[in-house]
């Protein structure tokens, strides 16, 4: 599944490693998330998606 | 099994020391006390099984982890270490029973029994997660 968590972070001038803070998961987590190596679960997405106030459709993407 | 610094990592830390020391400590013991003393039935048995706790006391450190630990991304990469251990250790298992069946192997496990295999499994396992996270990292 493709997701533009990149753009979002950067948008905002965030690391990584504020998003994972942000999130409570580890870095490596939004990592693997950005680079389209891990899918997050449906709770994750939606605190993603309230944490960029975006539906999840608008982030995350169909292939 | 390596996520830094979560407390599920912490407390696997903690009970795998305790259960590796109980479990070198008693195959020590028994394995005095076999060749020195032998005890007699039924205490035997009760004693030859005492050094296998601690074995399932770190299977179950292993299981508590995949609970436990609340990073979803780092749970499936434990959960896929266990099923690459799992396979890696039926794999062997199967090979060399089906060896020893036709007689091509002497028969007995010489001290390599299922336990090893799968811990051998995890640390396989652990490797391939290591390159996938190396491999994610060199990515854009």
């Given at each position: ?40 679960s449906l709770p994750l997405a ?18 | ?37 032998p005890p007699p039935a039924p ?98």
């Amino acid at each position: 599944m493709n997701n533009c968590l990149r753009i979002l972070r950067a948008e905002r001038g965030w690391s990584q490693q504020d998003l994972a803070e942000r999130l409570e998961v580890s870095r490596q987590s939004v990592n693997a998330i950005e680079t389209g190596k891990y899918d997050p679960s449906l709770p994750l997405a939606f605190r993603i998606a309230d944490l960029f106030a975006q539906p999840i459709e608008a982030i995350f993407l169909r292939d | 099994m390596a996520q830094p610094h979560s407390p599920a990592i912490r407390r696997y830390t903690r009970r795998l020391t305790a259960f590796m020391a109980a479990y070198v400590a008693l195959i020590l013991a028994m394995g005095w006390l076999f060749r020195h003393a032998p005890p007699p039935a039924p205490w035997n048995a009760a004693l030859a099984i005492l050094p296998a706790l601690p074995i399932l006391g770190v299977i179950w450190t292993v299981m508590r982890l995949l609970v436990e630990e609340t990073d979803e991304f780092w749970r499936m990469l434990f959960i896929r270490q266990t099923l690459i251990a799992t396979g890696f250790c039926l794999t062997v298992m199967t090979i060399w029973e089906f060896l020893q069946n036709y007689d091509v192997v002497p028969q007995g496990q010489h001290g390599f029994g299922t336990a090893f295999f799968w811990f051998m499994g995890l640390g396989l396992g652990a490797i391939w997660n290591g390159i996938d996270l190396r491999r994610q990292r060199s990515e854009p």
